[in-house]
């Protein structure tokens, strides 16, 4: 089965512009989540969606949104972006089973964007 | 959500046993304790999960006391390609609105 898929790998952008970076989740998973890591914040929690809809949210401003589509396919875009927004920017997925016990969420390999 | 402490640095030899334990205090009734395991320039990928007692798969056990305050990681033989960065969290699934929230993470330095 193959993994989580994340487009682009690299990106370069300069600040003002912006980015739409896209998550393939592991086929049949439901649930979708993003996160922001950089050496001095660490993993941070950015959102996640279900069934299309966001469930949950960190403490990000409204720069940073999402959405996902109803093949589970999510995407996530930054707007007027800033020089602390380069970062590695990582997707999970998880299957979201309700009669499941447990919800693991597998990573992908991230998208490193580098914003100048 | 419960916070989670452990140490932020190990050092170890090839083909020694490595026990990292975290301590969550607050755990609530829910929760899970899952482990990642994260290389530089990488996603985390997931090493093991659990409730109480004790789990173990083809890479790891883990190790939950009754009272579930802490939980220890335990890798057997590692090898130079184990150094990396192990993060323990704890939450409750993610169809219950739960999220994984990393803390800093133990840094496992093994030298041949």
């Known amino acids: 089965k193959a993994g989580v898929t994340q487009t682009p790998r690299y990106l370069i952008k300069t600040r003002g512009q912006q980015v739409t970076l896209s998550c393939s989740p592991i086929?049949?998973?439901?649930?979708v989540s993003w996160y922001q890591q950089t050496p001095g914040q660490g993993l941070q929690f950015l959102f996640e969606y279900f069934s299309e809809t966001q469930r949950n949210k960190g403490n990000f401003p409204g720069r940073f949104s999402g959405r996902q589509f109803s093949n589970s396919r999510s995407e996530m875009n930054v707007s007027t972006l800033e020089l602390g927004d380069s970062a590695l920017y990582l997707c999970a997925s998880s299957l979201t089973s309700v009669s499941g016990s447990t919800d693991t969420q597998y990573f992908g390999p991230g998208t490193r964007l580098t914003v100048l | 959500l419960a916070k989670t402490t452990q140490p932020i640095s190990m050092d170890s030899y090839e083909g020694q046993e490595v026990n990292i334990t975290c301590s969550h205090n607050n755990i609530a009734t829910n929760d899970y304790i899952t482990w990642y395991q994260q290389f530089p320039s990488q996603g985390p990928r997931f090493i093991i999960q659990?409730?109480?007692t004790k789990v173990t798969n083809e890479v790891a056990s883990l190790f939950i006391p009754a009272d579930r305050k802490s939980s220890t990681l335990s890798l057997p033989r590692v090898s130079l390609s184990d150094t990396a960065v192990y993060y323990c969290l704890v939450g409750a699934p993610v169809f219950q609105g739960g999220k994984l929230i990393f803390g800093q993470g133990t840094e496992l330095s093994v030298k041949p």
């Open positions: 659990g409730y109480k």
């Open positions: 086929s049949g998973h439901r649930s």
